[in-house]
């Protein structure tokens, strides 16, 4: 007989269930969505699929948008904006920030547009307005939505398509991932913050360490951290493989929330209600754990990363390591490239290493907590002679307020460096803040990839007070040495003034009007096409042709599609764009032939054959799907992947193979590399020779074979559950009323966005279904 007591649960555990729509015997599970955050990079297809099949946004008050990441969202001053229009000059740009402000206005989106002092981040500004609540679930177009994890929220990054899933469903087809817990115990040592925890913690486990699982990050170390220090680790729980990362709220929680915008009102019935959920929800004493990783602090220094994965760490006092450090034949090549891209020597003391510029940014490390950290450090002293820029990049238009409340833009200025307007910057350098070849960077950000800052640029990881102390040293430097006064990580959860600035930007009316939607929310401009991207994609069955081989370990999708591509607002035309910077030499359109890409008859692969491990990890954009698809190649094979990364194949109608087993995986690079032919075959799940012999079979989950193998779009056999999501709905508001509509809503006593009835779903032919598929 079944038994009535539930077994003990993770705290992961508790929010997936809180949100199920519907499981299947599969373990296919249709998860409600919470909180979508929107910015301008990852949207522009999504709300095109939505016109294009004459859907709407199911939940607008759900929703929130802002534009953070793309070229010429300048972080220089802002002083002369007018209009997004006239004030970006670079068209691509212009035309991805437009389309933004269009489809907000069409779907009636809250938008923090270019003008608005909230503007930033999309991860700084979810938390910073209380968007972002305890026990949600939060997605976004971008990977590093693992950063809300801090509240205790489920929160992950998703490719474009599923943007489009949301949005027109607030639903996502997904399955449960593996609960991890990394456990960090004791007080931190002098010097060591929380981005020091994560790059160790990375070191540790390695960037596929949490592949597949959802990290909770516990112990006393972490419970001791505000929660600005809790979403830097959390942030970059993705650069550690994982779906997302998680921390139990607590009363440091709480306490954060207090007088945050969208944050049920301190003290309301409802307030109470939710603190009492939130507190709730911790893991239960034997709960199960797939993986388990203990960490001492006494163990953690303040760490800086030498090569071109965020696993590649040392502490400050190490040495550059060199490939006789590692056992395995991947890490050794892996090394000695990234060595050479880097332009370091083995053996070499990191701290002899010199620094061109300093970035202080990013959704990791730019807010106030940070900037008060590195102007501590700064304060008084100016930068080394050879540092040719430093920047300090805010998170948010509030965050860079407060600062200047504090006077921390002036500690910055006199001591040299720039102080800037909130955005992306030079993480990923879509706008003009970036690296010229060879430059060295020491950086607050979250990914050191090959040409992430700049073709040819080399980015160091770190803290920000170690990112400060290398811009007073000129080299990497080692903080505790200019900082003798034994600088810690900050207790506190700094607040932002957000009432005095709420003030400022308009008075409740103002308010209301930004956040509110009218009640029978409709949408406008919204063709009623019936066909469109969104509509299906082509079937996959047999799939017959050359494969390329690549024999390199974290092939990440920087590297599969650099960021200058990412200013498209349409889905084709990236195949000649693919592996750009290893596909043509520096700066010329001349193809290096030494890149397999480029070689007879892998030009016209069909199929990638990547005998390393963890291909497609890091950002999320979908481009890199669409730049294989349309170079030609429909199937990738390797022995793992990026998870957002795997999801976004599909949604294309590719098939991404594992395959775990390293004979066949040899095997079938041996038969690539002899410029045969394979046959994937999806239907019988084998891959053969060219000469029909089966080489190896492989797995597929059900629900995706079915759709590939159909053609299907799941948004249509979403929608055609949409009952279920009703049900689902009328649960939340009884349960978590806090969760419908914003505080302002509730606020100005008026209810949740209504939900119109749902759109008619269609089959990628275009018919119109008379009995709902499942899904
Ligand atoms: C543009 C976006 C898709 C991307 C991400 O997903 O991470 C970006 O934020 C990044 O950091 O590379
Ligand atoms: S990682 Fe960089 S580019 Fe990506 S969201 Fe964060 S700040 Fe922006």
Same mark, same amino acid.
Not at 146 to 151: E, I, L, R, V
Not at 340 to 362: C, N, R
Not at 555 to 583: E, V, Y
């Given at each position: 007989m079944p038994s009535a007591v539930k077994p003990p649960q993770t705290l992961y555990d508790k929010v997936f269930e809180d949100h199920i729509v519907e499981e299947k015997e599969d373990g296919t599970v249709l998860l409600y969505i919470d909180r979508h955050l929107v910015h301008e990079v990852t949207s522009p297809q999504a709300f095109e699929g939505l016109r294009n099949a004459g859907r709407r946004v199911r939940r607008p008050d759900c929703t929130l948008a802002t534009v953070d990441h793309v070229r010429n969202i300048p972080t220089a001053s802002r002083k002369n904006l007018t209009t997004t229009e006239k004030f970006i000059d670079e068209a691509d740009s212009r035309t991805q920030c437009m389309t933004l402000e269009d489809n907000v206005k069409a779907f009636d989106l809250t938008y923090f547009g270019l003008?608005?002092?909230?503007?930033?981040?999309v991860h700084i500004i979810g938390p910073e307005q209380g968007f972002t609540l305890p026990g949600t679930t939060v997605v976004c177009g971008d990977s590093h939505t693992s950063t809300h994890g801090a509240f205790g929220a489920l929160a992950f990054g998703i490719g474009t398509s599923e943007v489009e899933h949301v949005l027109a469903t607030q639903t996502l087809i997904t399955r449960r991932s593996k609960n991890m817990k990394v456990q960090v115990d004791g007080e931190l040592l002098p010097g060591v913050s929380s981005k020091d925890i994560i790059l160790h913690v990375i070191g540790q486990i390695g960037t596929a360490g949490g592949t597949g699982a959802v990290i909770e990050f516990c112990g006393s170390a972490i419970r001791a951290l505000s929660m600005e220090a809790r979403m830097s680790i959390c942030n970059m729980a993705i650069e550690g493989g994982a779906r997302a990362g998680m921390v139990a709220p607590d009363q440091t929680t709480i306490e954060y929330l207090? &007088?945050? *915008?969208?944050?049920?009102?301190?003290?309301s019935a409802e307030w109470k209600k939710a603190c009492n959920y939130w507190l709730g929800l911790s893991s239960d004493e034997g709960a199960k754990w797939d993986i388990e990783v203990m960490i001492d602090?006494?163990?953690?220094?303040?760490t800086v990363s030498w090569g071109t994965s965020p696993q590649d760490v040392v502490p400050i006092t190490g040495v550059v390591p060199g490939p006789d450090d590692f056992q395995d034949e991947v890490k050794k090549e892996a090394c000695k490239r990234a060595l050479k891209y880097m332009g370091l020597t083995a &053996?070499? *003391?990191?701290?002899?290493v010199q620094v061109d510029k300093v970035f202080i940014g990013s959704c990791t490390n730019a807010r106030i907590e940070d900037l008060r950290a590195a102007a501590r450090i700064v304060e008084g002293k100016k930068i080394a002679s050879n540092i040719k820029r430093a920047m300090i990049v805010p998170g948010s238009g509030l965050v860079k307020k407060q600062a200047e409340a504090e006077g921390l833009d002036k500690i910055f200025s006199d001591a040299g460096f720039e102080w800037r307007e909130a955005g992306c910057s030079m993480c990923l350098g879509m706008n003009p803040d970036i690296l010229s070849p060879g430059e060295r960077c020491a950086s607050t950000s979250n990914r050191n990839f090959e040409g992430r800052q700049g073709a040819g640029g080399r980015t160091h990881l770190m803290s920000p007070v170690m990112a400060a102390a290398a811009a007073i040293v000129g080299n990497l430097a080692d903080v505790r040495k200019l900082a003798p006064q034994s600088y810690t990580a900050a207790k506190g959860s700094p607040k932002i003034e957000l009432d005095a600035h709420m003030e400022e930007v308009g008075s409740d009316d103002e308010i209301e009007r930004i956040m509110d939607l009218p009640a029978d929310s409709q949408m406008h401009a919204t063709p009623t096409s019936t066909k469109g991207a969104s509509a299906g994609m082509p079937k996959f069955e047999t799939l017959r042709g050359y494969a390329a081989p690549m024999d390199i370990a974290n092939i990440d999708t920087d590297a599969i599609i650099p960021k200058q591509f990412l200013k498209t607002i349409k889905r084709s035309g990236l195949g000649s764009a693919l592996f750009h910077a290893w596909r043509y030499e520096v700066g010329s359109d001349k193809e290096d032939a030494s890149f397999i890409l480029n070689q007879e008859p892998y030009r016209n692969s069909k199929i990638l054959i990547c005998?390393?491990?963890?291909?497609?990890?890091?950002?999320?954009?979908?481009h890199a799907p669409w730049a294989l698809l349309d170079f030609g190649i429909k199937c990738i094979i390797a022995p793992s992947f990026g998870d957002i990364f795997f999801n976004n194949t599909f949604k294309n109608g590719m098939l991404p193979l594992r395959i775990t087993d390293s004979a066949a995986l040899d095997k079938l690079s041996q038969i690539a590399k002899s410029g045969e032919e394979l046959e994937v075959d999806l239907p019988a799940q084998v891959i053969r020779a060219a000469d029909g012999k089966e080489v190896c079979s492989f797995d597929v989950e059900e629900f995706r074979k079915h759709c590939l193998v159909n053609g299907l779009d799941d948004i249509g056999l979403t929608m055609a559950n949409d009952d279920k999501i009703v049900e689902h709905e009328k649960k939340r508001t009884a349960v978590w009323p806090w969760l419908d509509g914003s505080g302002y809503l509730k606020r100005h006593g008026r209810g949740p966005v209504k939900i119109e009835a749902k759109a008619v779903p269609k089959t990628n032919r275009g018919e119109v279904l008379t009995e709902p598929l499942e899904w």
């Amino acid at each position: 007989m079944p038994s009535a007591v539930k077994p003990p649960q993770t705290l992961y555990d508790k929010v997936f269930e809180d949100h199920i729509v519907e499981e299947k015997e599969d373990g296919t599970v249709l998860l409600y969505i919470d909180r979508h955050l929107v910015h301008e990079v990852t949207s522009p297809q999504a709300f095109e699929g939505l016109r294009n099949a004459g859907r709407r946004v199911r939940r607008p008050d759900c929703t929130l948008a802002t534009v953070d990441h793309v070229r010429n969202i300048p972080t220089a001053s802002r002083k002369n904006l007018t209009t997004t229009e006239k004030f970006i000059d670079e068209a691509d740009s212009r035309t991805q920030c437009m389309t933004l402000e269009d489809n907000v206005k069409a779907f009636d989106l809250t938008y923090f547009g270019l003008d608005d002092k909230r503007q930033g981040i999309v991860h700084i500004i979810g938390p910073e307005q209380g968007f972002t609540l305890p026990g949600t679930t939060v997605v976004c177009g971008d990977s590093h939505t693992s950063t809300h994890g801090a509240f205790g929220a489920l929160a992950f990054g998703i490719g474009t398509s599923e943007v489009e899933h949301v949005l027109a469903t607030q639903t996502l087809i997904t399955r449960r991932s593996k609960n991890m817990k990394v456990q960090v115990d004791g007080e931190l040592l002098p010097g060591v913050s929380s981005k020091d925890i994560i790059l160790h913690v990375i070191g540790q486990i390695g960037t596929a360490g949490g592949t597949g699982a959802v990290i909770e990050f516990c112990g006393s170390a972490i419970r001791a951290l505000s929660m600005e220090a809790r979403m830097s680790i959390c942030n970059m729980a993705i650069e550690g493989g994982a779906r997302a990362g998680m921390v139990a709220p607590d009363q440091t929680t709480i306490e954060y929330l207090k &007088g945050r *915008p969208l944050a049920p009102k301190v003290d309301s019935a409802e307030w109470k209600k939710a603190c009492n959920y939130w507190l709730g929800l911790s893991s239960d004493e034997g709960a199960k754990w797939d993986i388990e990783v203990m960490i001492d602090s006494k163990d953690i220094a303040p760490t800086v990363s030498w090569g071109t994965s965020p696993q590649d760490v040392v502490p400050i006092t190490g040495v550059v390591p060199g490939p006789d450090d590692f056992q395995d034949e991947v890490k050794k090549e892996a090394c000695k490239r990234a060595l050479k891209y880097m332009g370091l020597t083995a &053996g070499t *003391p990191m701290q002899e290493v010199q620094v061109d510029k300093v970035f202080i940014g990013s959704c990791t490390n730019a807010r106030i907590e940070d900037l008060r950290a590195a102007a501590r450090i700064v304060e008084g002293k100016k930068i080394a002679s050879n540092i040719k820029r430093a920047m300090i990049v805010p998170g948010s238009g509030l965050v860079k307020k407060q600062a200047e409340a504090e006077g921390l833009d002036k500690i910055f200025s006199d001591a040299g460096f720039e102080w800037r307007e909130a955005g992306c910057s030079m993480c990923l350098g879509m706008n003009p803040d970036i690296l010229s070849p060879g430059e060295r960077c020491a950086s607050t950000s979250n990914r050191n990839f090959e040409g992430r800052q700049g073709a040819g640029g080399r980015t160091h990881l770190m803290s920000p007070v170690m990112a400060a102390a290398a811009a007073i040293v000129g080299n990497l430097a080692d903080v505790r040495k200019l900082a003798p006064q034994s600088y810690t990580a900050a207790k506190g959860s700094p607040k932002i003034e957000l009432d005095a600035h709420m003030e400022e930007v308009g008075s409740d009316d103002e308010i209301e009007r930004i956040m509110d939607l009218p009640a029978d929310s409709q949408m406008h401009a919204t063709p009623t096409s019936t066909k469109g991207a969104s509509a299906g994609m082509p079937k996959f069955e047999t799939l017959r042709g050359y494969a390329a081989p690549m024999d390199i370990a974290n092939i990440d999708t920087d590297a599969i599609i650099p960021k200058q591509f990412l200013k498209t607002i349409k889905r084709s035309g990236l195949g000649s764009a693919l592996f750009h910077a290893w596909r043509y030499e520096v700066g010329s359109d001349k193809e290096d032939a030494s890149f397999i890409l480029n070689q007879e008859p892998y030009r016209n692969s069909k199929i990638l054959i990547c005998t390393g491990p963890n291909f497609g990890c890091g950002s999320s954009r979908e481009h890199a799907p669409w730049a294989l698809l349309d170079f030609g190649i429909k199937c990738i094979i390797a022995p793992s992947f990026g998870d957002i990364f795997f999801n976004n194949t599909f949604k294309n109608g590719m098939l991404p193979l594992r395959i775990t087993d390293s004979a066949a995986l040899d095997k079938l690079s041996q038969i690539a590399k002899s410029g045969e032919e394979l046959e994937v075959d999806l239907p019988a799940q084998v891959i053969r020779a060219a000469d029909g012999k089966e080489v190896c079979s492989f797995d597929v989950e059900e629900f995706r074979k079915h759709c590939l193998v159909n053609g299907l779009d799941d948004i249509g056999l979403t929608m055609a559950n949409d009952d279920k999501i009703v049900e689902h709905e009328k649960k939340r508001t009884a349960v978590w009323p806090w969760l419908d509509g914003s505080g302002y809503l509730k606020r100005h006593g008026r209810g949740p966005v209504k939900i119109e009835a749902k759109a008619v779903p269609k089959t990628n032919r275009g018919e119109v279904l008379t009995e709902p598929l499942e899904w």
